[in-house]
């Protein structure tokens, strides 16, 4: 199986800041990832897909990123709202597998 | 659009069998394939395999094999999970989502989720 590695597994940053979350697999799959954010008590929600691609009606300030086996997820101009849980999801071979999630806290 | 209405929560003895089911609206139901992962502790999710509504066809992962049976009824557009022989490592929401078939599977649409707990 793949193995999604994602850090980090929690941080803390203020309103306005820029950040960004990793993750990395253990093999190639390509463009295959997509990128979720999960708000207490909800669903996950599609925010990225093939790596690089804004899912309609995310706002622009998340962007989708790869270097090598290391794929990003970056916030610009953290706001209240993007506090949360964000998952990576690798979607290149079954099983589809996921990584160990990262909470987003707002100071 | 896709909506996926999915069971109530429930509680179930260690041992027992629990069905969930996912109802879909919106959509062509055979035109989406029904994937079912796994939400523990709020946190890690794990994909449980999917069915093809319109061939039945299923994929699991390794994992779940014996644990859960996915099935559809197309009368009725609901696609089903059955969890059988529940232990406490079953206790968790599990969430049904809808991949277009032909697209890449990456999950825009979800169910609400439906909360197992095992519990005597």
């Known amino acids: 199986d793949i193995q999604m590695t994602q850090s980090p597994s929690s941080m803390s940053a203020s309103l306005g800041d820029t950040v960004t979350i990793t993750c990395l697999a253990s093999q190639d799959i390509g463009n295959y990832l997509s990128w979720y954010q999960q708000k207490p008590g909800k669903s996950p929600k599609l925010m990225i897909y093939?790596?690089?691609n804004l899912e309609d009606g995310v706002p622009s300030r998340f962007s989708g990123s790869r270097s090598g086996s290391d794929y990003s997820l970056t916030i610009n101009s953290l706001g209240y709202d993007d506090e949360g849980i964000y998952h990576c999801h690798q979607y290149y071979e079954y099983p589809l597998t996921f990584g160990s999630g990262t909470k987003l806290e707002i100071k | 659009q896709v909506n996926l209405l999915q069971s109530g929560a429930a509680l179930v003895k260690p041992g027992a069998s629990v069905k969930l089911s996912c109802k879909a609206s919106g959509y062509t139901f055979t035109d989406y394939y029904i994937h079912w992962v796994k939400q523990s502790h709020g946190k890690s999710l794990e994909w449980i395999g999917y069915?093809?509504?319109?061939?039945?066809?299923?994929n699991y992962n390794e994992k779940f094999k014996s644990k859960a049976t996915l099935t559809v009824d197309k009368s009725t557009n609901t696609a089903y999970m059955e969890l059988s022989r529940l232990t406490s490592e079953d206790s968790a929401t599990y969430y049904c989502?809808?991949?277009?078939?032909?697209?890449?599977?990456?999950?825009?649409?979800w169910g609400q989720g439906t909360l197992v707990t095992v519990s005597s």
């Open positions: 989502t809808g991949v277009y078939y032909g697209l890449g599977d990456w999950f825009a649409y």
């Open positions: 069915i093809n509504p319109n061939s039945g066809y299923t």
């Open positions: 093939g790596a690089t």
